[in-house]
């Protein structure tokens, strides 16, 4: 069975600090990964994504995602986070089906 | 593009009766839409997966009766709960997958969520 982890719950950060939430993943198969963002009363979109290729992924928004497959980890990094960056951050992977992580509030402050 | 409408986003019911929430893909065709259940602090949890024109697989532990799915053209997918209880409280959230795999965001787009409340 594959499963996500997703090790912090909460995170709070002052406006301009660096973010790396992480993810971890377990399944014996080939894996598509995703971060996804869901703001405040809005519904789930996509940041990133990884199906194959180079493993630093970029995506919207100024975040990366890098796949390191020894590690089983896909975490989302930030160099300078911003308010409007107050959201709830998905990890998701699809092995036979896209599963996801219970998420990570962040929280960044002026 | 790529926009998934899900209806209505919010629901009080009485125990006993049944909610209908529809999932609609505005300006694609989804061959697939699934069917998510997130609880308070929890992750999104797969329900079941409908193919247009076929039976929904569920999820094990997901009971097929109680969550009726009908997935009856390429844009619109509906889940029933039927005989709602206090326990059936939660957000329900749809997605679909484009008919073409390669679509904007690799096929999954995600509604806006329903939450159901049951009193």
């Known amino acids: ?110 | 593009g790529a926009v998934v409408s899900q209806h209505p986003s919010w629901v009080i019911c009485k125990s006993g009766t049944s909610v209908k929430i529809e999932c609609r893909s505005l300006d694609f065709q989804a061959t697939t839409m699934f069917w998510y259940r997130q609880f308070p602090k929890q992750s999104l949890m797969l329900m079941a997966t409908s193919n247009e024109g076929s039976k929904a697989t569920y999820e094990q532990g997901v009971e097929k009766d109680k969550f009726l799915i009908n997935h009856a053209s390429l844009t619109l997918s509906t889940l029933t709960v039927t005989s709602a209880h206090p326990e059936d409280s939660s957000f329900y959230i749809c997605s679909a997958r484009a008919k073409q795999l390669w679509d904007t965001n690799y096929g999954y787009t995600f509604g806006s969520g329903t939450r159901l409340t049951v009193v």
């Open chain 1, 1 to 110: 069975a594959q499963s996500v982890s997703q090790h912090n719950h909460h995170v709070i950060l002052s406006e301009a600090a660096s973010l790396e939430l992480g993810c971890n993943y377990s399944y014996g198969g080939t894996v598509n990964l995703f971060w996804y963002v869901q703001y405040p009363g809005q519904h789930l979109q996509l940041l990133l994504k990884y199906f194959s290729g180079d493993p630093l992924v970029k995506g919207i928004k100024g975040f990366e995602a890098e796949f390191i497959k020894s590690k089983f980890s896909f975490n989302l990094r930030k160099p300078s986070v911003q308010w409007s960056d107050t959201a709830e951050y998905f990890c998701a992977v699809k092995g036979n089906k896209l599963t996801f992580g219970t998420g990570t509030q962040l929280k960044v402050e002026l």
